[in-house]
């Protein structure tokens, strides 16, 4: 399948682009379980989490594999910005309770690029399974002891984390050739659990080009674009398709007929053009059929102002 770097009209089937034969490499292992890599110690009153080795966990407290431990954090964070700016400055797990969240979670705060971001989202490795059941993605899931571990957030802490103030998403995106790219969209929401997890953003800025908001190209807004899209998975599909993206694509994601973004797809070891359009894409730099080595999603509040002591 011929690689299609910038704009090109798309073979349209029902609406999306078209997929040749099935990949040999649809076939998923199972989830492996992940043991924790090595790390210096935080803050002396808030530490990074130290969460068992060894054992994958679930982002609900209660729930999943094991319950979250405890950070032995003396209040609680409502996202990584606060937490930097009350004199954290290292990069690792924190227990955080966004504002109106019933319960605490972890996630990984990156005190680096300025400091204060809440990763929601990275993808490295491929040993994360991300075809998975809603469930699955409302709670969260995935590996919480490596600092390059693959994890999604939860689409409930999304939720809570991005309705309590104006967030920035910033998206950045890596080739198995070292190259980088970044995608960055002011004003990025999740909706509640009723409204399917629905997702808004705004001004595009970055060098990835817009591929979440579908403005690469005018005429394939209607199809391409992400924004305003209810989140589907295999189990639960939301999509404007007529079959369903989530199965095609193996993913949750905020599909529409399907993408010209999925940052959750299926993991491709290697750099090596994928035979359909399932892998890690973002189509306005790679085209559908290249999947990329790594990503990570993170969101910070838009009046961030980094307390520097």
């Keep these: 399948m011929e690689e299609k770097p910038g704009w090109s009209q798309p073979r349209i089937q029902e609406g999306r682009a078209l997929k040749p034969q099935a990949s040999p490499y649809d076939s998923f292992p199972k989830v492996r379980e992940i043991k924790a890599e090595g790390g210096g110690a ?20 209660g729930g999943g594999d094991s319950a979250v431990p405890d950070c032995r954090s003396p209040a609680a964070h409502q996202d990584c910005a606060e937490i930097y700016n009350s004199g954290h400055k290292q990069s690792g797990f924190y227990k955080m309770k966004a504002l ?10 990156n005190m680096h690029d300025g400091g204060g971001w809440t990763v929601i ?34 689409n ?17 995106l890596a080739d198995f050739k070292g190259n980088c790219r ?17 997702m808004n953003c705004g001004e595009y800025s970055g060098t990835a080009g817009d591929s979440l908001s579908g403005g690469f190209h005018p005429e394939e807004t209607w199809w391409a674009s992400h924004k305003g899209m209810k989140f589907s998975t ?16 193996k993913a949750g994601w905020w599909f ?9 797809g299926l993991y491709y070891k290697g750099p090596y053009t994928a035979m359909t359009d399932n892998g890690v894409v973002w ?6 059929w290249y999947s990329l080595k790594s990503v990570v999603m993170k969101i910070r509040p838009a009046e961030f102002e980094p307390n520097l002591v």
Excluded: M
Aim: proline letters at 2%.
């Design 42 to 61: 935080g803050h002396q009153a808030l530490q990074p989490c130290k969460p068992q080795i060894g054992r994958r966990q679930s982002n609900q407290g």
């Design 283 to 288: 189509y306005t730099w790679h085209g559908w």
């Design 100 to 109: 109106k969240s019933p319960r605490e979670f972890l996630a990984y705060c």
């Design 156 to 172: 409930e802490n999304l939720h809570y984390l991005t309705t309590q103030r104006s967030y920035i998403l910033r998206i950045d």
């Design 182 to 198: 970044y995608a960055q969209y002011k004003s990025f929401t999740v909706g509640d659990e009723k409204s399917s997890y629905l």
């Design 121 to 154: 989202q990275r993808r490295s490795d491929g040993s994360q399974n991300f075809s998975r059941v809603w469930a699955d993605y409302k709670q969260g899931f995935g590996d919480f002891n490596s600092a390059n571990g693959e994890y999604w957030l939860g």
């Design 256 to 264: 529409n007929r399907c993408h010209a973004a999925n940052l959750n």
């Design 234 to 249: 295999f189990d639960k599909d939301n999509d404007n398709y007529e079959g369903n993206c989530a199965e095609e694509d």
